[in-house]
């Protein structure tokens, strides 16, 4: 279940907020202009081709795509096999994805499947997300994350 945790980023040691509530969730991150809420899962194969994924949401994808203007979208695989393959796979996306950065253009991420923590540091606060299967976070540009 998703759970959002805040600390004050000069003092981690006891967070201000923890919580699975999602209005709370929502409400918390509308403060930093970044959006949370939940898709509907579907179904999908075992082992599914990036095609796939974007067909089995493609409404909400076009949805989305027609509400904030975007025009790329990609799809983010690792799946924990133990193999050297995914060794390598996650070493980079922890050297990709770990290095605190901001950008120019929103980052909005849905999870079909697994889970993911985001952390986005502003206004004082490091706001932590874990997310789940269903669940979409929104990181406005310029937010550091
Ligand atoms: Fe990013």
Request: net charge negative; glycine share 4%; aromatic share 8%.
């Amino acid at each position: 279940m998703t759970l959002l945790t805040v600390w004050d980023e000069n003092d981690a040691s006891a967070p201000e907020l923890q919580t699975r509530d999602a209005q709370v969730i929502t409400d918390v991150l509308s403060t930093l202009g970044a959006r949370f809420s939940r898709w509907p899962l579907r179904e999908l194969t075992a082992e599914p081709t990036q095609d796939e994924v974007l067909a089995a949401y493609r409404d909400e994808i076009d949805a989305v795509n027609a509400a904030q203007g975007y025009t790329l979208v990609d799809v983010v695989s690792i799946v924990d096999d133990e193999t050297p393959e995914y060794l390598e796979q996650a070493a980079t996306a922890r050297g990709k994805f770990l290095s605190e950065h901001q950008h120019d253009d929103d980052e909005d991420r849905f999870f079909a499947r697994g889970s993911g923590v985001f952390y986005l540091r502003a206004n004082g606060k490091v706001n932590a997300v874990f997310c789940e299967a269903g669940d979409v976070i929104s990181v406005p540009a310029n937010t550091t994350h």
